[in-house]
């Protein structure tokens, strides 16, 4: 997608890299799990928040690639909470006008989460006010890399040509194929690093980072990172008028 100079408007996608859930639970002396359990109610007052700060786009990173390595209790735990999230909050996100969806490749996660994905994807596809996207079992290389394994094939099945693969050719291939490119991505928790989050689609995009832990990240604190965001000036590699 081309990138436009929107300075002066609000940023019509965000991401977000929700960090900071077990730090917040263990710095209170309770198990990790009861932080990723607060991260998914904070989930809610950010969705109802976005439209009303000019957000039509929001994209959450949920569970990477590299999440696996974590302790199985975790893990579990990780997905229960995704189950539960989906179950609760299908009807609410279906009146309010929410769009959800996911991307990562689902093949690895457990038969029942892969169908309620798909039944919250079906329930809500008509919805238009904000456009959700939640990130599990995601991880920007591994999009590539099955992003080039999709391009190979095309071409060896004799539907695309070598010379005919572009940027567009690409992008039309990845899981986010269908939504604009974030203009801003936030990362909690005071990490300084982008942890192979959408690693194409955020060539241009700006970066903000707070020191607030996931669970403690507000609507308000949404709104002043916004504000500044619309100040800035956003080049893409131009140069400002003279």
Do not use: C
């Amino acid at each position: 997608m081309a990138a436009k100079d929107i300075t002066g408007s609000a940023p019509a996608h965000v991401a977000i890299i929700m960090d900071g859930n077990g730090r917040w639970a263990t710095s209170r002396g309770w198990p990790r799990l009861v932080g990723h359990r607060r991260g998914a109610e904070r989930v809610r007052s950010i969705v109802e928040a976005a439209p009303g700060l000019g957000i039509r786009y929001l994209t959450l990173y949920a569970f990477s690639t590299e999440n696996w390595k974590r302790s199985t209790d975790e893990v579990i735990g990780l997905m229960t909470i995704f189950a539960r999230y989906i179950q609760s909050e299908a009807e609410r996100l279906s009146a309010e006008g929410v769009r959800l969806r996911f991307i990562g490749g689902r093949e690895r996660l457990d038969k029942k989460l892969q169908k309620l994905m798909a039944g919250i994807e079906e329930k809500t596809a008509g919805n238009d006010l904000l456009h959700l996207t939640v990130a599990i079992n995601y991880g920007g290389r591994d999009e590539l890399v099955r992003t080039a394994r999709k391009l190979a094939e095309d071409v060896a099945a004799g539907l695309l040509a070598p010379e005919d693969i572009d940027e567009a050719a690409l992008a039309a291939r990845l899981d986010t194929h269908d939504l604009p490119d974030p203009d801003l991505v936030i990362r909690t928790s005071g990490e300084t690093r982008i942890s192979n989050y959408l690693l194409w689609q955020s060539a241009y995009a700006e970066y903000e980072f707070t020191d607030t832990l996931w669970p403690d990240f507000t609507p308000a604190e949404l709104d002043t990172i916004v504000s500044r965001f619309i100040r800035r000036e956003r080049r893409f590699g131009g140069a400002l008028p003279a």
